[in-house]
T-cell receptor
Framework: SQTIHQWPATLVQPVGSPLSLECTVE??????LYWYRQAAGRGLQLLFY??????ISSEVPQNLSASRPQDRQFILSSKKLLLSDSGFYLC????????????FGQGTRLTVV | KNQVEQSPQSLIILEGKNCTLQ??????????LRWYKQDTGRGPVSLTI?????NTKSNGRYTATLDADTKQSSLHITASQLSDSASYIC???????????FGAGTTVTVRA
């Protein structure tokens, strides 16, 4: 069966520090991978998605970047965090075909102080 | 613009009671609609999927309905339990596009 791992679960970082959140998927190949941010009272906001190694599409201009160095690895990064980067970040992979269920990681609660 | 609106934003119900959550969407062309349950501090997990031709689908005490003509869906929770306390998110997938549209969710609190 397919599983998705995301870490860390919580993170407190000072303003101006770098960020690296990692997401890996097991049990599938060539998955479509996504990074979302969830703000209180709002729907999930798509940040980046990737349909293959090295292929990254950005949905929202911001202080963050994403990379996909391996087929089942998706990384969310920042060189210098801002206070506004605080939030709940979710990695997901979406199964292809007509069913298209999204499987989410456990999420990362990022607090920038 | 593809949008998904959910109501109410939050609700509180007593254990054993029923409740209904609403979802209106403007996503077009439509492929499917899923309801997800998200426990606090966790990732969402799919409860049900509704395609264009389906009107009602149940998963245990959860029953989802879909009216593709009016672009409305509902999620009914029967005989609520404390473990039903969570956020319920309506997610709509457009046809031939993997960019999902998410509602803001309805936070359900079940009290003993």
């Amino acid at each position: 069966s397919q599983t998705i791992h995301q870490w860390p679960a919580t993170l407190v970082q000072p303003v101006g520090s770098p960020l690296s959140l990692e997401c890996t998927v097991e049990g599938t190949s060539n998955p479509n991978l996504y990074w979302y941010r969830q703000a209180a009272g709002r729907g999930l906001q798509l940040l980046f998605y990737s349909v293959g190694i090295g292929q990254i599409s950005s949905e929202v201009p911001q202080n963050l970047s994403a990379s996909r160095p391996q087929d089942r690895q998706f990384i969310l990064s920042s060189k210098k965090l801002l206070l506004s980067d605080s939030g709940f970040y979710l990695c997901a992979w979406i199964q292809g075909g007509s069913d298209t269920e999204a499987f989410f990681g456990q999420g990362t609660r990022l607090t920038v102080v | 613009k593809n949008q998904v609106e959910q109501s109410p934003q939050s609700l509180i119900i007593l254990e054993g009671k029923n409740c209904t959550l609403q979802c209106n969407y403007t996503v077009s062309p439509f492929s499917n609609l899923r309801w997800y349950k998200q426990d606090t501090g966790r990732g969402p997990v799919s409860l049900t999927i509704m395609t264009f031709s389906e009107n009602t689908k149940s998963n245990g005490r959860y029953t989802a309905t879909l009216d593709a003509d009016t672009k409305q869906s509902s999620l009914h929770i029967t005989a609520s339990q404390l473990s039903d306390s969570a956020s319920y998110i309506c997610v709509v997938k457009p046809f031939n596009d993997y960019k999902l549209s998410f509602g803001a969710g309805t936070t359900v609190t079940v009290r003993a």
